[in-house]
């Protein structure tokens, strides 16, 4: 039986990430904590800034490692607690005591989340002469010529001031609402060569069935006109016969 104590108390400064990463290695309703008893074969008591451990050499090594880790926040102790399984179920094959295992651990890869950098603000150049004096109110009053005008006179300034400004907020709300009913611009830019192609194949196409459907108008407006002339020439011979009857009678 051997005994090891872990200091955890120098390892971290800071206070409150020194208790939660102690926390971590507890685990809820110690879970974390007894998991790593069984796989190790060690007694473990977490107090204060000491982890005091005992039970066999080996098992002593793995517990401090462990614990270092966890208080470094190089590996958390569950993914330890794998390992140890993984190896555990291991060790009873005897075709594998001579090979190595690392093909059959996981590679747990630490994830550092990228932190928002802080605001920092442009430092001015220094001079050593103080600001200059900000004028104030009645300053700027006397040089708007504010300060010798009536009571009345000012506040016919301020309500005109205010009625400039309301009829500004209102114009730009009317273009807001005007530009929602603005259509957007076609892109003709934009359009690929393909698109082309296949619109000048449609009108090729058109054009091609224009001109049959003329070619076809053409030859049925001839046949029409032949017709015609044999119906005349037809009525115009069965006249003469009538009247040479009639003559002959």
């Not at 442009?122 to 600001?131: C, I, L, S």
């Amino acid at each position: 039986m051997n005994c090891d104590i872990v200091k955890i108390g120098s390892i971290i400064r800071n206070k409150e990430r020194f208790v939660k990463r102690r926390e971590r290695l507890l685990g809820p309703n110690l879970s974390t904590l007894k998991a790593i008893e069984i796989l190790t074969g060690c007694y473990i008591l977490v107090q204060g800034n000491t982890v005091a451990a005992m039970g066999s050499f080996k098992g002593l090594k793995q517990v401090r490692k462990i614990v270092e880790d966890c208080i470094k926040n190089i590996k958390h102790p569950v993914y330890h607690i794998k390992e140890l399984l993984i190896k555990r179920e291991l060790a009873k094959n005897p075709a594998l005591a001579t090979e190595s295992w690392d093909r059959f651990l996981p590679n747990f890869k630490k994830k550092n989340v990228k932190q928002k950098k802080p605001n920092t603000k442009e430092k001015k150049q220094y001079t050593p002469f103080p600001p200059p004096q900000q004028p104030s109110k009645i300053d700027l009053e006397l040089e708007s010529g504010e300060y010798f005008m009536s009571d009345k006179k000012k506040s016919a300034k301020k309500w005109q001031e205010k009625l400039d400004k309301q009829s500004e907020k209102s114009e730009e709300k009317k273009r807001k609402r005007e530009a929602a009913f603005v259509p957007p611009k076609e892109n003709t830019a934009g359009l690929s060569e393909s698109a082309k192609s296949t619109n000048d194949n449609e009108i090729a196409d058109i054009t091609k069935s224009l001109k049959k459907k003329a070619k076809k108008f053409r030859n049925s407006e001839a046949e029409e006109n032949v017709k015609i002339e044999s119906y005349v020439a037809s009525n115009e011979e069965s006249r003469s016969k009538k009247k040479r009857r009639s003559s002959s009678k």
